[in-house]
């Protein structure tokens, strides 16, 4: 039977590079989420956008005429006044 003696301490790992390597995946995976959700936001938004355009095409009234809007002037009558 033999023994090995080792004198010699393993070398230390870097710190630097692991904690480095760390904070750099997690940036990446959040970076790829947001990215991710951007896409599918942007994909939704372009549905619902060609939908409001097909809705638009489809208008029975002149382009001029608005069903919707109504005039802002009001005719008040003022009770208390008497006169001409």
């Not at 938004?45 to 060609?50: A, G, I, M, T, V």
């Given at each position: 039977m033999s023994v090995?003696?080792?004198?010699?301490?393993?070398?230390l790992p870097n710190i630097y590079k692991i904690i480095g390597g760390s904070i750099a995946a997690g940036a990446m995976i959040g970076l790829v989420i947001l990215l991710i959700i951007k896409g599918l936001l942007y994909l939704k938004?372009?549905?619902?956008?060609?939908r409001?355009?097909?809705?638009r095409?489809?208008?029975?009234w002149m382009p001029g005429d608005n069903?919707?809007?109504k005039n802002a002037t009001t005719t008040v009558a003022n009770p208390t006044f008497i006169g001409e």
């Open positions: 090995i003696i080792v004198l010699e301490c393993p070398e938004d372009l549905k619902e956008y060609r409001f355009e097909n809705e095409k489809k208008v029975k069903p919707l809007f």
